[in-house]
């Protein structure tokens, strides 16, 4: 197994929040693999059919990118149609959301962010009431804060209580 695919991420499903799944990055042997179905895929010259080819990116994607918690090595789908069977679209929308932001180049260094932001931004984020936090923002702030610490953000914790009355509970 390649390096970078002894560690995942896992990517709880919107269709079923109890379950969660481990995505990993791609080899380029099993990339090469998603861009022949995609070449071999029928589709119009169109948007409509680039909208098809993207998707079927997405989908062969996953199928290789989706593995075993106990053995990273191993795929839980075989083949697209598994997944398909399996994952809701909206599942689909976040796990491949997840996946391009795992695989995405980008750094500090790389985006040449100097050391006197860093200090800025780090006022910034003692200053923040982050109780006070709501929708969309709330929502970018803890997927931030699932992705620099150690474990994830318990979904029973205490925010804001503008949304804590609509908010669902299982026993």
Known sequence: MRLGQAV????????????RLCIVPL????????????????????LAGMTIRDRVQAQEILVRAIREESNLSLRVYITT??????????DIDELFDRY?????????????IPEEE????????????WSELSGSAWYAAKRFLS?????????????????????????
Do not use: H, W
């Open 27 to 46: 080899t380029e042997a099993d990339f090469l693999q998603v861009l022949e179905k995609v070449r071999d895929t029928v589709a119009s010259d169109d």
């Open 118 to 129: 860093f200090e800025e931004l780090k006022k910034l984020l003692q200053a923040m009431e």
């Open 81 to 90: 149609e598994e997944l398909l069977e399996d994952l809701e679209v909206g």
């Open 147 to 171: 992705t620099v610490t150690p474990s994830p953000l318990l979904d029973n914790s205490p925010g804001s209580t503008s949304i804590k009355s609509s908010t669902t509970t299982t026993e």
């Open 100 to 112: 391009r932001e795992m695989t995405q180049k980008s750094s500090p260094a790389l985006d040449g």
């Open 8 to 19: 995942c991420d896992y990517v709880t499903l919107p269709s079923d929040p109890e379950i």
